[in-house]
């Protein structure tokens, strides 16, 4: 299944690092989609992009900033981390806001 | 906030049964979609389910999109070891803003039995 990317999928950070998350998808959808998944947790919504436009951010801290040039590219901007901030990273993109969404693989992100 | 229960949190398989699992929602749901993840991968859409009392196939998957609209339900017949995985229940409960968002239960672990 190739139809989200995402690069990396692996990323060691320290804390005073910027580093950014990419996600591509190739399905012709109208919205993306950040979530955070940690262990033993359910997964966790972030940000939701419509049409590029950001209509949902769930009391994200600022250290994260996502970024929606066009409907196919999403980035999530990571600046000064923490250790907690660690876990994997997942892209989702659907037809329309809502509808089913359809995840890429993921991004391991470990902050040291 | 709403919640979603998922059970059982874990459970060991051996190859040529079946296995069970469900969600349930503290509210109303309006779609129940059931998702797969394998490890270091994201997780991959099984069934979606619109319409209260709706049973949908997808192999030797079975899901059901209860009557009270608070629950669901996941079979899978016959298990392979290729089953095992992480599986998660996800609901919304709108189309229209913030309530339109996905739920998802904290997933049910398969395993094969040693």
């Known amino acids: 299944e190739t139809g989200v990317t995402q690069t990396p999928r692996h990323l060691v950070m320290g804390m005073t690092n910027k580093k950014s998350l990419k996600c591509e998808q190739h399905?012709?959808?109208?919205?993306m989609y950040w979530y955070k998944q940690s262990a033993k947790k359910p997964l966790e919504l972030m940000f939701v992009?419509?049409?590029?436009?950001?209509?949902e951010n769930n009391s994200v801290p600022s250290r994260f900033s996502p970024e929606c040039p066009n409907s196919s590219h999403l980035f999530l901007h990571l600046h000064t981390l923490q250790p907690e901030d660690s876990a994997l990273y997942l892209c989702?993109?659907?037809?329309?806001?809502?509808?089913?969404?359809?995840f890429g693989p993921g991004t391991r992100l470990t902050v040291t | 906030g709403q919640q979603l229960n998922q059970s059982p949190q874990s459970m060991f398989i051996q190859e040529g049964e079946d296995v069970s699992m469900n969600c349930t929602s503290s509210s109303i749901f309006n779609t129940w979609l059931w998702y797969k993840q394998d490890p270091g991968e994201g997780p991959v859409l099984l069934i979606a389910l619109y319409k209260a009392g709706e049973l949908t196939s997808n192999g030797r998957l079975t899901a059901q999109f209860g009557i009270t609209r608070k629950d669901s339900f996941l079979n899978i017949s016959a298990s392979i070891p290729s089953d095992v995985g992480i599986y998660f229940c996800?609901?919304?409960?709108?189309?229209?803003?913030?309530?339109?968002?996905?739920?998802f239960g904290k997933g049910t672990k398969l395993s094969v039995k040693p």
């Open positions: 399905l012709g959808h109208n919205a």
């Open positions: 989702a993109s659907s037809r329309e806001l809502n509808y089913e969404q359809y």
């Open positions: 996800a609901g919304r409960a709108n189309y229209g803003g913030s309530q339109g968002n996905l739920i």
């Open positions: 992009y419509s049409l590029e436009e950001r209509v």
